[in-house]
């Protein structure tokens, strides 16, 4: 399967979804790499969420679409996601699969589109049905916060509300054999008082 080319995230002037960029299968060098990601921003570097930063409260965003499950105390796994995105479209499954495994162990998938087309989102989601909440950042203000540079891109978020571990794309098996092991790591480590 192929998938396009990468393309960023614009800004909040050029919002048209033929500029938002999904990460892409292609292998490229770590210097072209390095060169396309400091040329797809469009905000400022610093911005960027980074492991050890704060995760923003997802009941502060203006998530529209479902309600959000109860994450205090566990893991995060919060995936932007949109619904022309290829890679997207692949990850669901993965995801299920994720939820399936974890859940039970403390794992909370929340996935959020940055489809400015409410029938669009709605449509995807009819399509794959997950078994996770799916939300819509209308105002497309958390995609703003976090700074996302592609999609997909998810975030794992600690039981202490800071990111752990982010990625950028959907590789099929191995970017799901990397979070299984992100995952089992995080819900290992002791929770802490509550």
């Known amino acids: 399967m192929s998938y396009p080319e990468s393309t960023p995230f614009p800004s909040a002037s ?12 292609r292998r490229t060098t770590a210097a072209a790499v390095a ?18 930063d704060p995760f923003p ?3 502060s965003a203006d998530l529209v679409g479902g309600a959000l499950p109860d994450t205090r105390g566990k893991v995060l796994l919060v995936d932007f ?25 403390g794992l909370v998938i929340v996935a959020v589109s940055v489809d400015e087309n409410a029938s669009a989102y709605a449509a995807f989601v009819r399509r794959f049905h997950p078994p996770f909440a799916a939300v819509r950042d ?3 203000q ?21 990111v752990r571990f982010m990625l950028s794309g959907f590789h099929g098996d191995e970017t799901e054999r990397t979070l299984r092991h ?11 008082p509550s």
């Open 35 to 52: 060169a396309a990601c400091i040329l797809a921003f469009s905000g400022p570097l610093r911005a960027a969420r980074v492991q050890g």
């Open 57 to 59: 409260a997802l009941a």
């Open 81 to 105: 996601w949109a619904s022309w995105c290829a890679p997207c479209k692949a990850s669901f499954p993965a995801y299920a699969k994720l939820q399936a495994d974890y859940a039970g162990r």
């Open 138 to 140: 209308a105002g497309q």
């Open 182 to 192: 992100e995952i089992d790591a995080l819900l290992s480590q002791n929770p802490g």
């Open 14 to 25: 050029h919002r048209r979804p033929s500029r938002i960029r999904c990460a892409s299968r």
């Open 142 to 162: 958390l995609v703003r916060t976090v700074s996302v540079p592609t999609m997909p891109t998810c975030y794992l978020v600690g039981r202490d509300g800071r």
